[in-house]
């Protein structure tokens, strides 16, 4: 019986904070026992349910991986010329390499990812290449694999939950400076406070400091021209 192994991100786009890639083994009974238990796509959960059902998968499933991309190593990797794509790409391959280790080589293990890409084929074969192992692997990369494949539901679950607790641990650390908001660009909250404090917390590790939204607000000084002595 071949096993599943789910995998997804929560956190790719936010200004603030880590991105997280989680991946959950389980074999068809547990998958049934979860998607039972109404494990689903985690933007479609409340938090405080999203909480709940991330101990409930854990404790129902062969093994789960949680990985994460700080502010820093995003910033490096797209200094480098690693787009975000290709370092989602290397640390979803983390994760099988974790998962799919020698005890498992003689198991049959189909993974599916949420693909974060527009080019689902282009993405996958960036993917295969930082796998260690294949002669086990089914691997298929597909849009909505969140809301379509419990597996993959389950690891969004533990995705989210995971950023929400790295937010929650910036926001008790900056409580006396200001409120963080979500972290997104899009939030007000947010923006004031990098507006605010981005200056001064430039050096803190919580910005990602390639993002169009904080090189607007500080952008790098213009290196002077010969012309210009």
């Not at 071949?2 to 880590?18: E, H, Q, T, V």
Request: hydrophobic letters at 35%.
């Amino acid at each position: 019986m071949a096993l599943l192994l789910g995998i997804d991100d929560a956190g790719r786009g936010p200004l603030i904070g880590p991105m997280i890639l989680a991946g959950v083994l389980v074999d068809k009974n547990q998958e049934a026992f979860l998607k039972k238990h109404g494990i689903t796509d985690s933007k479609l959960l409340e938090h405080k349910r999203r909480m709940g059902m991330a101990k409930l998968i854990q404790a129902n499933s062969l093994d789960s991986e949680i990985v994460k991309s700080t502010p820093e190593e995003i910033d490096y990797s797209i200094t480098t010329g690693i787009n975000l794509n290709t370092l989602e790409a290397i640390k979803a391959a983390e994760i099988i390499n974790k998962i799919n280790n020698e005890k498992r080589h003689n198991d049959k293990i189909k993974v599916v990812i949420d693909c974060p890409s527009i080019n689902i084929s282009a993405w996958k074969n960036t993917l295969l290449r930082y796998i260690k192992y294949l002669d086990n692997l089914e691997v298929e990369c597909e849009h909505k694999a969140d809301f379509n494949h419990t597996s993959v539901s389950a690891a969004s679950i533990l995705a989210k939950c995971t950023r929400e607790e790295e937010i929650e641990k910036i926001k008790k650390q900056f409580k006396s400076t200001g409120n963080i908001g979500s972290g997104y660009p899009s939030d007000p909250a947010t923006k004031e406070f990098l507006k605010k404090h981005g200056s001064n917390l430039k050096d803190s590790g919580i910005f990602r400091k390639t993002w169009a939204t904080w090189k607007s607000m500080f952008p790098e000084p213009k290196q002077s021209t010969l012309g210009e002595f």
